[in-house]
Nanobody, 115 residues
Framework: QVQLVESGGGLVQPGGSLRLSCAASGSIFRLASMGWYRQAPGNERELVAH???????TYADSVKGRFTISRDNAKNTVYLQMNSLKPEDTAVYYCKLTIVLRDYWGQGTQVTVSS
């Protein structure tokens, strides 16, 4: 069983930055693709950024140029660096690990962008 633990969320002013981390248990991390998703109240959960096991990245149009996803296989950790944050980025952020067509989710971390 894979466990994912997110951290790094919080309250930040518009224009500020946060870095989210997601640490995975077990030894399969380097073989897995990782994604960051977010869900705001009343909205569907949406993909924010994805990184393949080879390091290829994709981003939602709404965060391109502001967010960066990265991974450290030695630490079993994926990161989401979020810059130039906007109020519309407010949501619960989740990480997802995918391997052999199976998904594992973290518990989520709240990000609130407000003055």
């Amino acid at each position: 069983q894979v466990q994912l633990v997110e951290s790094g969320g919080g309250l930040v002013q518009p224009g500020g930055s946060l870095r989210l981390s997601c640490a995975a248990s077990g030894s399969i991390f380097r073989l897995a693709s990782m994604g960051w998703y977010r869900q705001a109240p009343g909205n569907e959960r949406e993909l924010v950024a994805h990184i393949s096991r080879d390091g290829a990245t994709t981003y939602a149009d709404s965060v391109k140029g502001r967010f960066t996803i990265s991974r450290d296989n030695a630490k079993n950790t994926v990161y989401l660096q979020m810059n130039s944050l906007k109020p519309e980025d407010t949501a619960v952020y989740y990480c997802k690990l995918t391997i052999v067509l199976r998904d594992y989710w973290g518990q989520g971390t709240q990000v609130t962008v407000s003055s």
